[in-house]
């Protein structure tokens, strides 16, 4: 994991709200993806804001996006949110609404 890469969670009602900071290489993937499957039982959406990333490594990108297929059973809707929204989620959201 990229040293300065952190996660804020925070969960009210049927949402989760993520928060990145830092920057995001394929192990900092790997981390988003854990807190999502560790934190989504009973929520209906999970925001992921990107606007506290400083750096976006392509493989960190990749990770993320070709590990979604993991989550795809789960029932939540997933927005990207922030000026980095572009960068980390997938171009054709396949697997969630």
Known sequence: MAS?????IHRNSDNLDL???GD???????ELLN?????CDGVA?????TSGLKH???????TFQNSLYLL????FRLVFTGE??????????KFFT
């Open 56 to 62: 976006i490594y392509p493989f960190g990108q990749d």
């Open 45 to 49: 959406r999970i925001f992921v804001n």
């Open 24 to 30: 995001f290489d394929g192990t900092s993937a790997c």
């Open 4 to 8: 300065n890469f952190r996660i804020s």
């Open 72 to 75: 795809k059973d789960r029932p």
């Open 35 to 39: 807190a999502m499957e560790e934190n």
């Open 84 to 93: 980095n929204a572009g960068s980390i989620a997938p171009e054709r959201n």
């Open 19 to 21: 928060k990145l900071m």
